[in-house]
């Protein structure tokens, strides 16, 4: 893939949403609404979910179906050590290297076995539910905030799904490894912010 498509998918990406990290904010207001926009406006968020959709799709069945599956219910578990406040080393550059890795493992196309691909997508899981659960308690109504984001995440990792159709088609292809390569080079940019931050 040269330089132009790179550039292009990146940006493509970078426009969807705020450029902004979905874990940055001090409080959340709101229920259903909140919840439901949270992992769609922080960009941190949105691109992982929709690379476990896409490589869930290139590994085919089980994995396009299960990978979803398993990425929220984990979610909801690291949710739960979040609400406890049960501390986990670097939350932030965790959730930034799954940008990274997920990325890689898209644009490579890389073919590794169902459970290991499960494994990845669980570890990661874990951060991202326990970012969120430490900010539920904060939501107006939690239950309903829960709701929202979990059916957002489902959607994205829908979309993902969707992208990962293309591959039937050698543009399609092409475009899924530009995918890949921009999410893998937010996670770079989402990773140095983090780093820089904790310096």
Known sequence: MNRKSLALATLLL???VQPALAHDHAGVAGGLT????????????????????????QLGAPAIWVLPITFPLVMALGGVLGIAH???????????LSAVVLGIAVAARLRVPFVAAAAVVGVFA???????????????????YGVGF???TGLLHL???????????????????GTGLAIAALGIVFLVRGLSGAA
Do not use: Y
Not at 34 to 45: K, R
Not at 170 to 176: D, H, N
């Open 14 to 16: 970078g426009t969807l």
């Open 34 to 57: 909140s919840g439901f926009l949270h992992p769609l406006t922080g960009l941190d968020h949105m691109t992982a979910m929709v690379a476990v959709g896409i490589w869930g799709a």
């Open 86 to 96: 049960v501390p986990l080393p670097v939350p932030e550059l965790m959730i930034a």
């Open 126 to 144: 874990i951060f991202h539910g326990h970012a969120h659960g430490e900010e539920l308690p904060n939501a107006a109504d939690p239950l309903a």
């Open 150 to 152: 979990v059916v957002a």
């Open 159 to 177: 979309c993902g799904i969707g992208i990962g159709t293309l591959l039937r088609w050698p543009a399609g292809e092409r475009l899924i490894q």
